[in-house]
T-cell receptor, first 117, second 114 residues
Framework: GAGVSQTPSNKVTEKGKYVELRCDPI?????LYWYRQSLGQGPEFLIY????????DSGLPNDRFFAVRPEGSVSTLKIQRTERGDSAVYLCASSSGPRIAGANVLTFGAGSRLTVL | AQSVSQHNHHVILSEAASLELGCNYSYGGTVNLFWYVQYPGQHLQLLLK??????LVKGIKGFEAEFIKSKFSFNLRKPSVQWSDTAEYFCAVDSGGGADGLTFGKGTHLIIQP
């Protein structure tokens, strides 16, 4: 597609529920990133995929968070047993290739705003 | 761990004023540097980037930034701001080490008064 598409744009859920957030990257982009942006903060790195595999998941805050990218295109961020502190905007970004000497130019989606009541 | 510091969280200027937003990072090795902008209601967009070469880089909409290695800084500048520059500005660093993602600063909320 023309840009990075994220759905849903807004999600309100209750504490303890399970949530899935979807990211459709730019067509042909092999690298995909998930970030989380809390109010008043910059985006924080969660996980990076190169193709189908998670090349780095060191930013995932705990084992309630998981992400997949089974066919190397669309990715889903999954959050189990949501907590109020999970409320944030979850951003997805993609880039055209793997990291080459750190030369990442990321294109971001509009984000999914998650509110946990 | 890599960190990025943006000194001003909120800046208010009048149209035609000059702008400088500070950004400092902590990593001592080779870095790639970015400024992203988020206009109201829109997603993050790349404003400009530095990978190598001339430390003064020019971006879109008349913005420029200067990489000063000795000061670990990458300040954003614009000689004359416009009302449409009202936005959130984020400095980001890719150090090539640690996490594969960019490390962002907390952002500067810029308001331009007409």
């Amino acid at each position: 597609g023309a840009g990075v598409s994220q759905t849903p744009s807004n999600k309100v859920t209750e504490k303890g529920k399970y949530v899935e957030l979807r990211c459709d990257p730019i067509s042909g982009h092999t690298a995909l990133y998930w970030y989380r942006q809390s109010l008043g903060q910059g985006p924080e790195f969660l996980i990076y995929f190169q193709g189908t595999g998670a090349a780095d998941d060191s930013g995932l805050p705990n084992d309630r968070f998981f992400a997949v990218r089974p066919e190397g295109s669309v990715s889903t961020l999954k959050i189990q047993r949501t907590e109020r502190g999970d409320s944030a905007v979850y951003l997805c970004a993609s880039s055209s290739g793997p990291r080459i000497a750190g030369a990442n130019v990321l294109t971001f989606g509009a984000g999914s705003r998650l509110t946990v009541l | 761990a890599q960190s990025v510091s943006q000194h001003n969280h909120h800046v208010i200027l009048s149209e035609a004023a000059s702008l400088e937003l500070g950004c400092n990072y902590s990593y001592g090795g080779t870095v790639n540097l970015f400024w992203y902008v988020q206009y109201p209601g829109q997603h993050l967009q790349l404003l400009l980037k530095y990978f190598s070469g001339d430390p003064l880089v020019k971006g879109i909409k008349g913005f420029e930034a200067e990489f000063i290695k000795s000061k670990f800084s990458f300040n954003l500048r614009k000689p004359s701001v416009q009302w449409s520059d009202t936005a959130e500005y984020f400095c980001a660093v890719d150090s090539g080490g640690g996490a594969d993602g960019l490390t962002f600063g907390k952002g500067t909320h810029l308001i331009i008064q007409p």
